[in-house]
C-alpha cells in the first residue's frame, strides 16, 4: 500500500529508478604542451572535461583512467590540483584506475584520486625528475659549422647541445631537478599519508615497478579493473560515461593526414619540430617498454 501511494508522487518513480552515475574521465598520453603530431596532456586543454566529469548529474563519484608515462611537471600538478579542488567543492569521491603505465608526472595525476587501482602488470611508479639531451659540438666542428650566439647574461646558453658541456650548468639543472623531486615527493607523503609501505629511499628512487607490486609498497589501494571495481561499488546497473577532450576539426584532419598529403601553408615548418617531439613521446613510452 505504502509503495503504491509513493509510486504516486510526481518524479518519484522516475528518482527511484535512476542509476548510479559515475564518470569516466581519460587522461591517455604524455603530459605537456602537444603539436600537429600529438594531443599533450594540459590543465587548459582538460578544464572543459574535468569540469563536465564533476558537473554530471547525479554523479556518485569520479573516475580518472590514466595511461601516462609522465611529461611536465608543471601541468602534472596544475591538473591535479584542479581534480582534487572540484572534488572537495562537489563533495565527490575520486577513483583513479592505472592503466598500461602512471609513471613520474603520471602517477603524479594518480595522486589526485582518494583511492588508486591498477592491473597487475601495469606500471607504476617513477618518482623522481629527469632531462635529457644531446651534444653536437663536435658534429660541427666536423662540418665546419661555426656556432654563433649573442646574449646579454652569461647564463643564456646554459646546457647549449652546441657547446662543451659545463660543469657549472650540469651543477645548476641538479640544483633545480632536486627542488621539483622534493616537491613531487612532498606530494606524494601526504595524498599516501599512513599508506607507503617501504623506505623514502627506495620509493622516491625514480624506479618503477609492477600493479603487484605497487600494492605492497602502498603506491596503489588494490588491484582492480575499472568497471568491476566500480559495480561492486554501486551495483551492476551503475553508468559509466566517458569524457574525454575535444578535438578540433584541424587537430583530427592533421593527425590522420599523411606528411607528404598535406597542403602548402599549413605549417610545414613546423613538422621538424613536431616529429623531433614525437620521437622524445615514444622514447618516453619505450622507457616502461611500451
Not at 164 to 184: M, T
Not at 213 to 221: H, R
Not at 273 to 280: F, K, P, V
Request: charged residues 25%; aromatic residues 8%.
Amino acid at each position: 500500500m505504502v509503495r503504491k501511494l509513493l509510486s504516486r508522487i510526481p518524479g518519484l518513480r522516475r528518482l527511484a529508478g535512476r542509476k548510479p552515475v559515475v564518470p569516466v574521465l581519460r587522461l591517455n598520453g604524455v603530459i605537456g604542451q602537444g603539436g600537429a603530431l600529438r594531443s599533450g596532456l594540459t590543465a587548459s586543454a582538460l578544464a572543459d572535461p574535468i569540469r563536465r566529469a564533476f558537473s554530471t548529474p547525479g554523479a556518485k563519484a569520479v573516475a580518472l583512467a590514466v595511461n601516462s608515462p609522465g611529461g611536465s611537471p608543471v601541468q602534472s600538478e596544475l591538473i591535479a590540483g584542479r581534480i582534487r579542488q572540484l572534488a572537495r567543492e562537489k563533495d565527490l569521491k575520486v577513483y583513479v584506475f592505472c592503466e598500461d603505465v602512471a609513471a613520474s608526472g603520471g602517477y603524479w595525476l594518480a595522486c589526485a584520486g582518494d583511492e588508486i587501482y591498477a592491473s597487475k602488470a601495469s606500471i607504476v611508479g617513477s618518482i623522481g625528475v629527469v632531462a635529457a639531451g644531446f651534444g653536437f659540438q663536435d658534429l660541427i666542428q666536423r662540418y665546419g659549422v661555426e656556432r654563433r650566439v649573442y646574449t646579454s647574461g652569461e647564463k643564456k646558453v646554459i646546457l647549449d647541445p652546441f657547446q662543451k658541456e659545463d660543469p657549472d650548468d650540469v651543477a645548476r639543472l641538479k640544483e633545480i631537478q632536486a627542488e621539483i623531486h622534493e616537491h613531487f615527493k612532498a606530494m606524494v607523503r601526504d595524498r599516501r599519508q599512513g599508506k607507503l609501505q617501504a623506505q623514502e629511499s627506495e620509493l622516491f628512487s625514480g624506479a618503477f615497478w609492477t600493479g603487484a607490486q605497487a600494492y605492497q609498497l602502498g603506491l596503489i589501494d588494490g588491484i582492480g579493473e575499472l568497471r568491476q571495481t566500480l559495480q561492486g561499488q554501486y551495483g551492476e546497473k551503475v553508468q559509466l560515461p566517458v569524457i574525454e577532450p575535444k578535438q578540433s576539426w584541424l587537430k583530427r584532419k592533421l593527425g590522420s593526414a599523411s606528411l607528404g598529403a598535406l597542403p602548402a601553408g599549413s605549417g610545414a615548418g613546423n613538422w621538424a619540430g613536431d616529429l623531433m617531439s614525437a620521437a622524445e613521446e615514444r622514447a618516453l613510452w619505450s622507457r616502461y617498454g611500451l
